[in-house]
């Protein structure tokens, strides 16, 4: 059965999607699945047994959440679609009436309906058809307006307290700080900047699930880097670091905490969570303590990072007037590799809150859990489900995107077929290569149509546009864009023994380029591991001017 595009769904077919995959995976967790487990899953859900076992066979052959979507295959034998006059007497009872502090049920709501409709000669609904509308609404608004606000913090938000998780990745906690050292740039090893670093915590064991390093501000980018890095196995990363040690966390965490910054409100975020089973829970607002894990662990290190020459330490009091930036001798590179091995110490350390170190704290979460922590169904599809993406339309000479086009013979399908719109997943950190995601879910990577361009950054991209548009020159010149690219790299390359401007973005863009970003090909051959196949491996191979046929 083909999957629909998460993206394109409107949000009350995905969130009942979203429904059934807590209840299906709860329900095939169970170590001895019995009758009555089954009728409570179908009365959660609302279907019959003949439609729960359709979705349960649809979830075993792809464990997300898009496989459980509703086909839209027209409407339902039986149902009807009620007149406009009579939906607005539905609402408006609902909102003068349902919504008061007597609190009528339902009857009592199909009742008075059916009066006021009788009343204006209305065609009059079924009370299953009220039910339903009531269904659907925000469970939280109705007890709001029912019942007060007291009634809505009591019953749909955690209780303020101690924070606590008894599971491995029962609860795992993100955010990022601005690191308390200057780096370096590392061809002529002058100061940058402070940089930015995401980590990500289990609450049941302390243990650092993962994190992320980069010169550039909190992005959705960044919270999606770091949640692949806290999923996915660490073995082949730690290599390339020339770090022989077991950091053994990784799986899908029940449910991220974050806090309510504009990177981690993304669509992309929230329907990638919501793809492989993982719910975000936002801290509520001037309510400090529900983010105290992270914060502590931030703390931690931050106070370990102050040992490190050109370190900024936590304010200007305890700085005085040490110099950091001429201090300063270590690459982004060198810090990350550093921090690395700090989590190591860290984790093998005693914690005061635990008695234990957290590495012997996370045996112990691992063994209270009733089932194996989950893995990605394609760990090579889920470094690709939390990128930003857009719907474009396949014209006869590629995808075009941010003015650049891309080609690959797998879009002939496609082309040229007007209404029919493909779902385009980009890295801003390499536009030289989007993936194409077809309507029965398969990805493909689609590079530039023109091999011979190198690969760019996004902010290379706009920056590029940004010097057209105040030249008053076409914005969608591909040639023009990459000129101008090419002529601003030399510029900063020029520049960067005189600026430390200029050294941060050439730092940037090499740190974005650089060989350690791993791109994925996705291709349909089953006998093609998906992880073996790199793109920077196809920026080796010559390139020949392709004749064109017309």
Known sequence: MDRPDRDALDDATWEEAVAR???????????????????????????????????????KAHPVTS???????????????LPEETEAVIIEVINTFYKSRQKPNITGLHKEIRRLCRLR????????????????????????????????????RAVPGQYNAERAFEVVQ?????????????????????PWVTFAIDIASRMVAGFYLTLEPPSVLTVSLVIQHLVLPKEDWLCGLDIKADWPVAGLPET?????????????????????????????VAVPHYGGHIERLIGTMMGAVHLLPGTTFSNIQDRGDYDSAAHATMTLDELERWLTLEIFRYHSEIHSSLAIPPLAAWQDALARCTVPLRQPHDPASFR???????????????????????????????AGRHGRQLRVSYDPRDLSTVYVRTPDGTRYSVRFADLRHPPITLAEHRRAQTLLKE???????????FKTIE??????????????????????????LSEKMTKHVFRQSEDIDADDCDDSKILDLPYYEVEEWS
């Open 487 to 512: 002529q601003q790299r030399a510029m900063v390359d020029v520049a960067m023994v005189k600026t430390r401007e200029a050294r941060r973005m050439a730092e940037r863009r090499d740190w974005a």
């Open 21 to 59: 995959e807590a209840v299906i995976r709860r329900l095939l967790a169970a170590a001895r699945m019995d009758r009555g487990d089954f009728y409570r899953a179908c009365q959660d859900l609302g279907i019959k047994r003949s439609r729960l076992y359709e979705l349960i066979r649809a979830y």
């Open 121 to 156: 000669n209305l065609h009059v609904p079924s009370w299953y058809a009220v039910r339903s509308r009531i269904a659907a609404m925000d469970p939280a608004e109705i007890v709001g307006a029912r019942e007060g606000a007291k009634a809505v913090r009591d019953r749909y």
């Open 384 to 414: 690709i489900d939390f990128l930003p993406s857009v719907e474009r339309m396949v014209r006869r000479d590629g995808i075009h995107l941010f003015g650049l086009r891309y080609w690959d013979d797998v879009l002939s399908v496609w």
């Open 471 to 481: 030249r008053g020159l076409a914005l969608v010149d591909e040639q023009l864009i």
């Open 174 to 194: 993100i955010d990022h700080t601005l690191v308390d050292v200057i780096v370096v740039d590392r061809q002529s090893r002058q100061p940058l900047q402070r």
């Open 256 to 284: 991220i905490h974050i806090d309510n910054a504009k990177e981690f409100r993304s669509r992309a975020l929230k329907r990638g969570a919501e793809e492989h089973g993982i719910v975000l829970q936002y801290r509520p």
């Open 67 to 81: 496989s459980l979507v509703a086909q839209p295959a027209g409407m339902k034998n039986g149902s009807r679609r």
